[in-house]
């Protein structure tokens, strides 16, 4: 069964950085394109990031462009996504998900983690 984990999330004033990672287990990364997508209190689950299987290809939302930046380590079987000049409007629960083709629509994603709570408050 695939799983994947999520962690790194926290409580960071505005203007800070936190690195979330996501963690594959009982599959191989390799194969698959990884996304990132962020969930607030009372909204649609949102489309962050994403990153083809070999990592040649990434696509960022634009209200993380320039801040956001996704990487992946296959030889660590993990995703990262780096978050520098944080924002309140980015407190959420991060979750990476799966799939076979690099895009920013949840449903193209077929395993999810359980998610990580990114609070960005002073």
């Known amino acids: 069964q695939l799983q994947l984990v999520e962690s790194g999330g926290g409580l960071v004033q505005p203007g800070g950085s936190l690195r979330l990672s996501c963690a594959a287990s009982?599959?191989?990364?390799?194969?698959?394109?990884i996304g990132w997508f962020r969930q607030a209190p009372g909204k649609e689950r949102e489309g962050v990031s994403c990153i083809s299987s070999s990592g040649g290809s990434t696509n960022y939302a634009d209200s993380v462009k320039g801040r956001f930046t996704i990487s992946r380590d296959n030889a660590k079987n993990t995703v990262y996504l780096q978050m520098n000049s944080l924002k309140p409007e980015d407190t959420a629960v991060y979750y990476c998900a799966a799939g076979f083709i690099a895009t920013m629509y949840p449903s193209d994603f077929g395993s999810w983690g359980q998610g990580t709570q990114v609070t960005v408050s002073s």
């Open positions: 009982g599959f191989t990364l390799d194969y698959y394109a």
